[in-house]
């Protein structure tokens, strides 16, 4: 006995969805490390003093949400490609309490934006020192590059001329921006307060994504849960 069509297009939705998930993972993962570890970044977390500001909370976050989703991924990808209930209903539960906890993380930042946007820009400009300070750290720098084109600013001054991480900027649009840029931390700062409802669908949006995931396995679960019974009933009528 097979799945039938629902349950098959349920588990190849939660196989695309690993797939993502995994990316993400492993990129946040590995970006958390990098800077973790790093010769020219470990030595920040060494002083007392610095352990509570955005540079070594950011980091952490990455590590832990990373490592997390990796865990998550590992139960879903195994309970969906081998149809295992055990791994399913694990899968489920970390679903359930991810999607709840995006929510909420989702109001909070909705709720406390400015500060937020304040508290990324700090993180942005720690970054951005280390980058300067270390000669160009090719981990960093892709980060910045990626912040850079995401939101379409260039460093903490924008102006071309003096800027010292302009190589990680986007290309300008016109005559004007090939001498100065919008600045980076403003951007950041402001973004949560400019774009909040567009933050706060991005975040609704990731939840809705893990609540889908979530339908898609309670909907394996019962297909697999009947096949067993199916099965079962089968043999205790042919023995």
């Given at each position: ?7 098959i ?8 969805f690993n797939?993502?998930f ?10 958390g490390l990098w ?11 060494g002083?007392?003093e610095?352990?509570?500001?955005a ?13 997390v ?5 590992m139960?879903g990808d195994?309970g969906a490609?081998?149809e295992k209930?055990?791994?399913?209903q ?5 679903l359930a309490?991810?999607?709840?906890a995006?929510?909420v993380?989702g109001?909070?930042a909705?709720s406390?934006?400015?500060?937020v946007?304040v508290?990324m ?9 280390l980058?300067v300070?270390n000669?160009g750290d090719p981990?960093?720098g892709?980060?910045?590059t ?9 460093g903490?001054t924008?102006?071309s001329?003096?800027?010292?991480a302009?190589?990680?900027c986007?290309?300008?649009?016109g005559?004007l921006?090939?001498i100065?840029m919008p600045?980076?931390p ?6 949560f ?6 933050v706060m669908g991005?975040?609704?949006?990731t939840?809705a ?8 396995t309670?909907i ?20």
């Open positions: 006995m097979a799945l039938d069509g629902c349950g297009v349920c588990k190849y939705i939660l196989v695309i797939l993502i995994a990316v993400v993972g492993f990129a946040f993962l590995g970006l800077l973790r570890f790093s010769n020219n970044t470990r030595g920040i977390f002083i007392d610095l352990n509570s500001s540079f070594v909370i950011g980091v952490t976050v990455l590590i832990a949400l990373g490592s989703m990796l865990i998550v991924v139960f195994y490609c081998n209930r055990c791994a399913l694990v899968f489920s539960a970390l309490i991810l999607a709840g995006e929510i993380v109001v909070l909705y406390r934006r400015y500060e946007g508290n820009a700090e993180f942005y400009s720690s970054m951005y020192v980058y300070k000669g981990g960093i892709v980060s910045l990626f912040v850079h084109r995401m939101l379409h600013c260039c903490v924008g102006i001329l003096v800027e010292l302009k190589q990680t986007p290309e300008p649009d005559f921006e090939r100065v600045s980076c403003d951007v950041i700062a402001n973004v307060d400019s774009k909040a409802p567009l991005i975040f609704l949006g939840g994504l893990l609540i889908t995931a979530l339908v898609c309670i394996l679960l019962q297909q697999i849960k009947k096949i067993n019974r199916d099965i079962t009933a089968y043999y205790s009528t042919v023995y």
